[in-house]
């Protein structure tokens, strides 16, 4: 195209017809005709200073590094950072937590006790076991209004009575079994004096238990 409207203006043809005939403006071949050469301009991209597959293998080690520290590692803004992790689809989210003294084995070996059980007893037999804590006045923490307009809400801001529940449920069921209300946190001789005095006795068959 940059050839034909060269060959048009040396033959000729006003810069102003061939800026309406080509579409293009007249600054553009004025531009071109100062040229020596009309091959397009290679525009060389500067080499990145930030090495995405470091940086790739840097999260994937060290999930938890916050940007400044990152960025502060590789040596460039943390905005660069930032806008690489976009790039990577790499987002920040919430971590589950697992307990430090977890152990495989143990578990697999629970699991597999577990499931020569339900064998024996039928799944009828489990009951998973939860605790829970609430307070007098909860607080909600969203409300509808218009769009940037913010909504206030009132908490309490000094720590009251705190109530827990622990209970037993079925799975499939709706249903609780031996619930305790306590106030004091619950440890291994209060659990065990549930355990005895309450939910044992609520089953007349064996069961099996798996606390969550």
Known sequence: MRKKV?????????????AALFNIG??????WLGREKL?????????????????????????QARLRDRAEKFGVRPSAICYALKKMKVTRKK??????????EERMKYYRVLRELIKIYGSESLVFIDE?????????FYAWSKKGKKVFGDRQG?????ENLVAGRRKGKKDFIAPMVFTRSLNA????????????????HNISINYG
């Open 39 to 63: 091959e397009a301009t290679k525009v060389k991209h500067r080499q990145r200073k930030l090495d995405w597959k470091a940086l790739s293998k840097d999260v994937q080690e060290n999930p």
């Open 95 to 104: 971590k589950g937590i697992r307990y430090r003294e977890r152990n495989r």
């Open 158 to 162: 000094k720590r009251g009575k705190r």
């Open 189 to 204: 001789e209060g659990f065990e004096g549930w355990l005895s005095l309450y939910l044992l006795p609520s089953r007349a």
């Open 26 to 31: 007249r600054a553009t071949i004025y531009r």
């Open 6 to 18: 060269i060959d048009y203006v040396e033959n000729g043809g006003s810069i102003t017809k061939a």
């Open 132 to 140: 829970s804590g609430f307070e007098e006045f909860q607080a909600c």
